[in-house]
């Protein structure tokens, strides 16, 4: 390719946009597209004959060498019509007219391949892709944002990314792009990385068949007028038959899509294919057949790893404009591949992401300054006034008052890029100039250098953030909430557009109002027919009790950072104002229940849109969070502790509901489940669960069945009618960074985000346990399923049973107002897994599951938590290798591992006597990687020292403490529980004190029963000295039980001792 200074040759330099769009400036030099309209008239009559067929646009694109720069290039095609987007040509017309091929090799190079041309025309927003084969792309992120800062393409595909569940998605983030991969999870190496840039409007692609593919990973592009199908594969070398016949299938059936264009990339592996001809060893004929005949053009005809040409493009409907290799990815042996497509790219103006917003400062806050003017201020009036609105008026003004005065504003600019000082982006646009203008090449390693340099003054501001936070007096909650707000800071939590009834909108103020729409759907528009409630309560209660005491155990446990609602009135204000603010709010609450009202302000609330999956676009991905105001949260709280005191002595909640009561938890639940499902299978009977799925629940809830259920409780005026109150005439406002909705109305549920709420909606849902006369019910909340036992002889009658029951439940949720989402419900089977039953609910076929996601713990049919571990293990992994990579000081990542990390895996530790030696070896195998890093080149290498050395015990023996525990709690009564643990009370032999605190063994027969819970540890609690047993307290008991941990009696040795340093003796 010629000089762009040669007499003669019409030529002008391509430029690429840049990714930050505030290093651009005012250079238009800069401009991101090729002025075409400057080009057309450049050219004379003399330079274009009238009879001269079309001015085409030769576009190679993203130079990257010394001696070669992308030109846009006028030239004459006398020849026959290009492929251009949109029109498909035959096989025959593409091979015959085959144009020459840009490429960033030195002049000696032969060029050979494609040079493709287009149709000048005004438009110049082309699709751009670049297609890298990273190995490994965890530590080249510097030199992949540097490349994407000086090209800025539409789409980056990258293959062999290497990256496994312990990478965040976090670290990999770049601004500006949004990030979609696929990790390979049975070994390591592999995978593909797509980063999209958020101009266009992109999401994931699910197929059956493409899914199949190995490493891949499928996209829908939005252009401007069409659909378009991307796709990344990584082929990895001597990939067996059976997988090539299923890449083949991929592309029969991406061909057959209903997509106007269609582009798969990749690395394939594939260098004795000559892709001129066509041809290749007998072994790729079914993959060459299928690209034939499904119309697929290669269209990278250069090496891209030594000789071989591995990175593949192929295109469907489409025909490059410019497809250029550059050099090779920094410590790859792969070269780049750029690629432009003569696709108008659907592009929108990103809105900034800098967000400017206001707060108050609560760390220069002056709170004895804010505790004198509230004791001091004027509240003659208030205490005078038997009006509610007027006290709480000027309770607000005065509190509003004293925090303008004690605690300063600041304005603060919210951004997810990383800050860079002007020096620095100044001398990243000389780079970027000087790297397109004068093919410079090493101006790139200059850019590395720059980046590396702001990150590097990134690290020193987050080592001195740690050091902060580790000398300040509550570090811990220091440092956890320092990850949040790195873990924060790393996403992207703005929503930029939305797609409604096929339309996206992206201004902020439609996506308010749509998010708000959608949410207020959830719920009833009408009140379910009104029956009579039998009461069911032998006592009643009107009022509830406020005192001090009470208003200050409530402030107590708020929690210091949370939202303020629509009053703007911070949480930390009530823990930090002293003694005085209880007064003033026991004067406001004994003014709202005598009166019966609750207050017209508090009735409005804030509602955050939060991602739960899927594409970020879709309105049914975002659930609502509800953010009340403080002050109602502390009423509510002192409300809720004796509403629940009444309950619970009057025995009104049904005892399998586990929760949102005190003494009950998911833990609770589920010892009670397993309890019982190892029970019957130690009986030798098959265990049949039914699982039910309420559709959204807490918002359906009618309000005039609510208050009849409430007075067959025993709740009547004035605490009925406050709830009453609680409940009617509410507003919610959705609330997107500083941009709000319309109020709209609530007209049914329980007010979610609410502290009386869920306590409200387990007294409504309370007697749906009574369709089910046969089966045994466990309720946490809304979560219902129902256990069956049968013999294989009676499974015919049982079906009969649970199919008269399904009707049962279906027929109460229709009288109560409610409905099940049968596309969530389910049955699964213990004992046998091809079992059948013809099961329906609701005329709909009940789902059979062969496993399930149950509270938290996700087990099989076969009873098996291998799954669990793995996605625990996965989970903890992630965050932990985002901590290791993200903090410094080797105390604040012990810290956070501590706090944050190993809660993850000691969640229901109970089931871990269940478990299997491998997963209880891979869960221990994360505290032993983390030790092994922490401690880097220390020689000791044994496991056991390193805790020791870093403060920190085995997981199996904080399991075995925790158990132990759990197990006391049982015992005395301390924790719910329905199962029956009993101790001896009759006395055998001479120590009368001892047998008396042992635990009665329940006799069994399989090994699943002997393993569970409460016999293990059963065994485990009768060989604990008899001071131990004998503790009354639990703090006693607590101390008593560590020097016991370290006994030889405790143990009966069932695992190999090459195991028994990392998981101690004890298959826990």
Same mark, same amino acid.
């Given at each position: 390719?010629?000089?762009?200074? /040669? ?67 006028? &030239? ?40 493709? =041309? ?83 409007? !992109? ?88 690209? *034939?005949?499904?119309?697929? +053009? ?10 071989? %040409? ?50 108050? *400062? ?18 003659? !009036? ?6 509610l609105l007027e006290t709480l008026e000027i309770f607000n003004t005065t509190t509003k008052s004293a925090l303008d005065t004690t605690i300063p504003s600041k304005i603060a600019f919210k951004t997810i890029a990383p800050y860079i000082n002007q020096k620095a982006k100044s001398k990243l646009r000389k780079l970027r100039k000087t790297y397109f203008t004068s093919k410079d090449f090493s101006a790139l390693h200059q850019v590395y250098s720059v980046l590396e340099g702001v990150q590097s003054h990134h690290n020193k501001n987050k080592q001195t953030e740690e050091r902060t936070a580790l000398t300040a007096a509550s570090k811990v909650q220091n440092l956890c909430r320092l990850l949040e707000k790195r873990m924060r800071k790393n996403k992207d939590h703005n929503i930029h557009s939305l797609l409604h009834d096929g339309v996206t909108y992206y201004d902020p103020t439609v996506i308010c109002e749509l998010l708000s729409e959608w949410f207020s759907q959830n ?42 609602? /629509? ?20 004067? %406001? ?7 019966? =009202? ?41 409300? +809720?502790? $004796? ?38 299978? *130690? ?27 409430? $007075? ?60 089910? &006369?046969?089966?045994?019910? @466990?309720? @946490? ?13 009676? /499974?015919?009658?049982?079906? +009969?049973? %649970? ?88 105390? &604040? ?114 090994? &699943? #029963? ?6 293990? @540890? ?20 607590? #101390? ?11 143990? +009966? ?16």
């Open positions: 390719m010629g000089s762009p200074n /040669v007499e003669g040759d019409n030529s002008t330099i391509l430029r690429p946009p840049s990714i930050y769009s505030d290093l651009m400036g005012s250079d238009t030099s800069l401009s991101p597209s090729i002025t075409v309209s400057r080009l057309k008239s450049s050219l004379t009559e003399h330079d274009h004959p009238p009879n001269a067929p079309p001015i085409h646009l030769t576009h190679p694109i993203l130079p990257n060498t010394r001696e070669h720069t992308s030109f846009a290039k006028i &030239t004459y095609d006398h020849l026959s019509p290009v492929n251009y987007a949109g029109i498909k040509l035959n096989k025959q017309e593409r091979r015959a007219n085959t144009p020459t091929f840009s490429s960033s090799h030195s002049k000696s190079d032969k060029p050979q391949g494609l040079q493709h =041309t287009i149709l000048l025309d005004k438009h110049s927003s082309f699709l751009t892709l670049m297609l890298i084969n990273a190995r490994s792309i965890q530590n080249k992120m510097t030199q992949l944002r540097a490349l994407l800062f000086l090209h800025n393409p539409s789409l980056v595909l990258i293959t062999e990314s290497w990256l496994s569940s312990d990478i965040t998605d976090t670290y990999l983030q770049i601004d500006t792009y949004e990030l979609f991969r696929c990790d390979r999870v049975t070994k390591k190496g592999g995978g593909c990385l797509i980063y999209a840039s958020k101009n266009m409007r !992109t999401e994931i692609f699910s197929d059956h068949i493409l899914s199949k593919v190995p490493d891949s990973m499928w996209l829908t592009v939005h252009s401007l007028e069409c659909k378009i199908l991307i796709g990344c594969i990584y082929r990895a070398p001597n990939t067996p038959s059976l997988t090539d016949t299923i890449i083949s299938e991929s592309f029969a059936k991406a061909a057959s899509l209903d997509f106007a264009y269609k582009i798969v990339c990749g690395d394939f592996n594939l260098p004795t294919i000559n892709w001129k001809t066509h041809s290749g060893p007998p072994c790729y004929e079914g993959i060459l057949r299928s690209l *034939d005949i499904h119309g697929w +053009q290669q269209h990278v005809n250069l090496p891209t790893r030594n000789h071989n %040409i591995l990175d593949l493009i192929f295109c469907h409907n489409v025909t490059p404009a410019s497809m250029v290799v550059g050099e090779k990815f920094h410590n790859s042996d792969h070269k780049i591949v750029f690629c432009t497509l003569p696709i108008l790219a659907k592009r929108k103006k990103l809105k900034t992401l800098n967000t400017c917003f206001q707060y108050r *400062d609560y760390t220069n806050a002056d709170w004895s300054n804010f505790r004198f003017l509230i004791k001091h201020s004027d509240w003659n !009036t208030f205490f005078t006034s038997d009006n719920g009833n528009t009408s009140n379910a027919p009104d029956f009579n409630i039998k009461c069911i309560s032998k006592s009643y209660i009107s009022t509830i009790n406020f005192d001090i005491r009470s208003i200050h155990t409530a402030i107590k446990t708020l929690k210091p950072n949370a939202s303020s609602g /629509v009053d703007d009135i911070p949480s930390i204000l009530y823990k930090m104002s002293g003694p005085d603010i209880h007064t003033l709010l026991l004067k %406001i609450y004994t003014l709202s229940l005598e009166a019966g =009202t609750y207050p017209e302000a508090w009735k409005v609330t804030y509602v955050l849109p939060k991602h739960k999956s899927g594409p970020r676009n879709l309105v049914g991905n975002y659930r609502p969070i509800n953010i009340t105001p403080v002050i109602s949260r502390i009423m509510e709280k002192v409300i +809720q502790s $004796q509403l629940s005191d009444h309950l619970l002595k009057e025995e009104l909640i049904d005892p399998t509901q586990h929760g949102f009561i005190r003494t009950r938890s998911c833990s609770t639940c589920l010892i009670d489940f397993f309890n019982e499902v190892t029970r019957i299978r *130690d009986q030798k009977k098959l265990v049949i669960i039914l699982y039910f799925d309420i559709k959204k629940a807490f918002d359906k809830v009618p309000h005039n069945l609510l208050i009849n259920r409430l $007075q067959s409780v025993g709740i009547i005026n004035p605490l009925l009618q406050w709830i009453k109150s609680f409940l009617t005439n509410r507003y919610q406002i959705t609330k997107l960074n500083s941009t709000t909705s319309t109020p709209r109305p609530i007209t049914s549920g329980v007010v979610q985000g609410s502290v009386l709420g869920p306590l409200l909606f387990i007294i409504y849902i309370n007697n749906i346990c009574k369709c089910f &006369t046969t089966g045994k019910t @466990y309720l @946490y909340a809304d979560d219902l399923k129902v256990i069956y036992k049968t013999d294989v002889g009676d /499974v015919r009658s049982t079906m +009969q049973t %649970i199919q008269h029951e399904l009707n049962n439940v279906d027929d109460w949720c229709k009288r109560w107002g409610l409905e099940l989402n049968t596309e969530k419900c389910g049955w699964l089977c213990i004992g046998n897994t091809s079992l059948k039953l013809k099961l329906a609910l609701n005329k709909n076929p009940l789902l059979r599951l062969t496993s399930v996601t149950d509270l938290g713990v996700h087990y099989s049919d076969s009873l098996k938590f291998s799954e669990h571990i793995s996605t625990k293990a996965s989970q903890t992994r992630r965050l932990l290798g985002f901590i290791l990579r993200n903090f410094f000081q080797k105390e &604040t990542k012990i810290i956070l591992y501590k706090t944050c990390v190993r809660p993850i895996v000691e969640y229901c530790s109970f089931l871990f006597s269940n478990l299997r030696l491998s997963d209880i070896l891979k869960v221990e195998g994360i505290q032993r990687d983390f030790t092994r890093k922490i401690l880097k080149n220390d020689q000791l290498t044994d496991y056991k020292s390193r805790c020791h050395i870093l403060g920190l015990e085995p997981l199996w023996k904080r399991r075995l403490r925790s158990n132990l525990i759990l197990y006391f709690k049982l015992l005395k009564n301390l924790t719910y529980s329905t199962c029956n643990i009993a101790l001896y009370q009759d006395s055998h032999g001479y120590n009368l004190r001892d047998k008396v605190s042992t635990v009665k063994i329940e006799k069994h027969r399989s090994k &699943t #029963r002997e393993n569970f819970f409460l016999i293990k @540890y059963a065994l485990i609690w009768n060989s604990l000295p008899s001071e131990v047993r004998m503790a009354d307290k639990l703090h006693t008991f607590t #101390r008593l039980i560590n020097q016991p941990l370290t006994s030889i009696d405790l143990v +009966q040795t069932n695992t190999s001792t090459s195991h028994t340093d990392i998981i101690g003796s004890l298959h826990i």
